[in-house]
Every structure is written in structure tokens, then in C-alpha cells.
């Protein structure tokens, strides 16, 4: 039986500032979530956003307050091992909050496959890899300083991908920036963007232009999210391939923009598409419709990037690789033993559950802070 449902709020500061076109993070605020159970099983999930209300329409404090009030009477009582059934009540009753019930279904999810003794991607249909590809986001704001970063993960042989974030400034400033890095690392390293919606049509195709042929390798939500046309003829225009993120919340919209050929990857993230399962949907559309894969983060720190890693280690394809690096990005660690990142990869935790063990004195400590 599920039988209390706690919900931390932790702040922790960033390495560097982090910058992108919705916002400037120098803290991230990891929402935590614990479900405990009668047979003496606890379950962790965790959702994350970006810059309060700048990324999405859910922020963690609106996370903490809709779990309280109104997710985790919904379902304490229930049977803990029926997941299915508590993530459908939810689902049934509560419009919107991808995020709150992202991080509740982890829990769950964490939880049972601890009861079964199995780690998560095995509850998830199974692993077919037990590391994933692992890019790092350059997002300083200062291209020399982008550079240095990009030449110690290389040394450190640690990331080959970079995204840039980008869309703040004109977009000439953008692309100068963009190929001043792409020049520094040659063929060395994959140099993506992520304009985060900030263009309009006119400025994307420009901007694309000049991207691709700087060798850009991919082109990250370069217009409004709801503006599936404009995404839809940028994918037809470009070789260069152009990803879907934030207009993608959840299955509905993976099939709408699959079937509008509105883009030619998919940023897969388990709180924008309302929790692992829906998650799993969503990649499953892609398949379907020869879209290509891309594991995202919304920048969690451990227990949402191990969830992550799970389910994308179940994916046949998995083209572009992920961008798990979240809890790099942070000062401090809130897992008893880190995640393994070596080899440009991230080892898949192997134990039951999500396989990581919270330190929950450091959980309480950020908490207090
Ligand atoms: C996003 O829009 O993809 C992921 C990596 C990063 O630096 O920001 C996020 C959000
Ligand atoms: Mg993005």
C-alpha cells in the first residue's frame, strides 16, 4: 500500500552561470519526491524545471503544492505495486502537471521494481545498452570561454557532443559564435544548437543556412513551439536535421507533429511528456514514423537523469544519444555514490529500481538552505 508521499524542494547552484534564450540559471532547484510504502519499500522520483516559470507552465514550487494538495490524496491507499492503476487515476483526474506526475510515476515505478528486484529499464520492457552517448551543453554566454570548456570534456574524455545555447543575441552574433566554436573542434566533436523558440520563420531559415553549412549537426526548437508549419517546412527545407523539444508534451503532440513531418528528431524528456510510460509513447511514435531519437534532460539532478538513462536504454535506436549530464552542472551531489560518466558515455545503473541511493542528510541540508 502506498503510504506517505513527501516532497523536498533542494537548491543547488550551478558550476557556471548557465545561459540560455529563457532564462540565466546560476541554481537549480531539484524537486524531490518520496513514496513510502507498507511493505517498507520507498520509491524516488524527482522532477526539475528551468528558471521558475521562463521554461514551462509548471514551476517547482507549483510541483511541490500539486503533489501535496492534490496528486498524493488520489492515491495514498492504494496498491503499491499497482503503478498502473494509481498513474491512471491521476491521469484521470488531473489536467496538466506533466512534471508533478512525471516525478510521482518515477517514484512508483522506482519503488516497485525495487520490490521486484530488477532495475527500472528491465520494468520498462528491458535495456539493449548499458551505457548512452552523453553531450554537455555550452552555455556560458563568452565563446573563448565555450572553447576552454570544450577542450577540457574532450581531454577529459568526457563529452564529443556540444549543444550551444543560443538565441539571445542577433542572429549573426549567434552563428559567429556558433562557428567559432564548430571551427575550434573540427571534426573532433558534434556541435549542435538549441535556439530554445526564440526565432521567428525568417530568422530560422537565415540562421539554419549559415548553420548547416558551417557543419552544424543538428537544430534544436529553432521557432515557437506551437508553430508546428513553420517547424514542419524548416525540416523540409534543411538537410541539417531539425529536433522538436518543447513542442513536444507528451504522446498527443509526438503524433501530431510525426504525422505533420513537423520534425526530423525528437528530444525525448520524461517530465515534459508527463512521466517514463508517456515517455516511452512518445519514442515509440517516433519509431513508427522514421523520426530519430535523442534522449533530453530538463537538467535533473541524480534520481531524475538515472530514471532518464533507464528508459532510454530500452530505445532500438537511439541515433542521436542523450544529454544526461544534469548533475554535472551542479555544485552538489544529492546521490550517495555519483553516476558513472567516463568514455563520453553514462554507465545505466545495473542495481534494482533506478539503481542510485539518495544521501538524504545532503537532501535535507539543501532543503534547510
Ligand atoms: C533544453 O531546452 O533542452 C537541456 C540542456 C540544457 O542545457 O538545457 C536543457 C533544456
Ligand atoms: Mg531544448
Redesign the pocket.
Known amino acids: 500500500m502506498i503510504q506517505n508521499i513527501e516532497v523536498m524542494l533542494a537548491s543547488v547552484p550551478t558550476i557556471r552561470p548557465?545561459k540560455?534564450s529563457v532564462a540565466t540559471m546560476s541554481t537549480q532547484t531539484l524537486v524531490l519526491v518520496r513514496v513510502r510504502c507498507a511493505d517498507g519499500i520507498e520509491g524516488w522520483g524527482e522532477a526539475t524545471t528551468?528558471g521558475g516559470l521562463n521554461?514551462g507552465e509548471e514551476s517547482p514550487e507549483s510541483i511541490k503544492t500539486n503533489i501535496d494538495t492534490y496528486i498524493a490524496p488520489l492515491i495514498v491507499g492504494m496498491e503499491a505495486s499497482e503503478v498502473a492503476k494509481a498513474m491512471a487515476k491521476v491521469r484521470h483526474v488531473i489536467q496538466g502537471n506533466r512534471f508533478a506526475k512525471c516525478a510521482i510515476e518515477t517514484a512508483l515505478l522506482d519503488a516497485q521494481a525495487r520490490r521486484l528486484g530488477i532495475p527500472l529499464s528491465e520494468l520498462l520492457g528491458g535495456r539493449v545498452r548499458d551505457e548512452l552517448p552523453v553531450a554537455w551543453?555550452l552555455?556560458s554566454g563568452d565563446t573563448t570561454k565555450d572553447i576552454a570548456e570544450a577542450e577540457k570534456m574532450l581531454d577529459m574524455r568526457r563529452h564529443r557532443i556540444f549543444?550551444l545555447?543560443i538565441g539571445l543575441r542577433a542572429v549573426e552574433d549567434d552563428v559567429a559564435h556558433v562557428i567559432a566554436i564548430k571551427k575550434a573542434v573540427g571534426d573532433r566533436a558534434s556541435v549542435r544548437v538549441?535556439v530554445?523558440q526564440a526565432w521567428n520563420e525568417q530568422e530560422a531559415m537565415r540562421a539554419i543556412a549559415a548553420l548547416q553549412d558551417g557543419g552544424v549537426d543538428l537544430i534544436?526548437?529553432p521557432v515557437r513551439a506551437e508553430n508546428k508549419a513553420a517547424m514542419a517546412r524548416l525540416a523540409a527545407a534543411f538537410a541539417v536535421p531539425i529536433m522538436a523539444?518543447?513542442a513536444l508534451h507528451g504522446p498527443q503532440d509526438a503524433y501530431t507533429m510525426a504525422t505533420a513531418s513537423a520534425a526530423d528528431v525528437f528530444?525525448v524528456k520524461i517530465t515534459q511528456s508527463g512521466g517514463l510510460l508517456p515517455a516511452a509513447q512518445v519514442a515509440a511514435v517516433a519509431q513508427l514514423a522514421g523520426v530519430g531519437l535523442y534522449g533530453?534532460?530538463?537538467?535533473e539532478g541524480g534520481v531524475g537523469t538515472a530514471a532518464s538513462a533507464h528508459l532510454f536504454s530500452t530505445f532500438s535506436s537511439l541515433a542521436y544519444g542523450t544529454?544526461l549530464f544534469g548533475p554535472l552542472l551542479l555544485t552538489e551531489e544529492v546521490l550517495q555514490e555519483p553516476l558513472v560518466y567516463k568514455n563520453f558515455m553514462l554507465q545505466v545503473p545495473r542495481k534494482p529500481g533506478i539503481g542510485v541511493d539518495i544521501d538524504i542528510e545532503k537532501v535535507q541540508r539543501l532543503q534547510a538552505r
Open positions: 548557465h540560455l528551468i521554461y551543453t552555455a549543444k545555447k538549441d530554445n534544436e526548437q523539444d518543447e528530444a533530453g534532460t530538463m537538467l544529454e
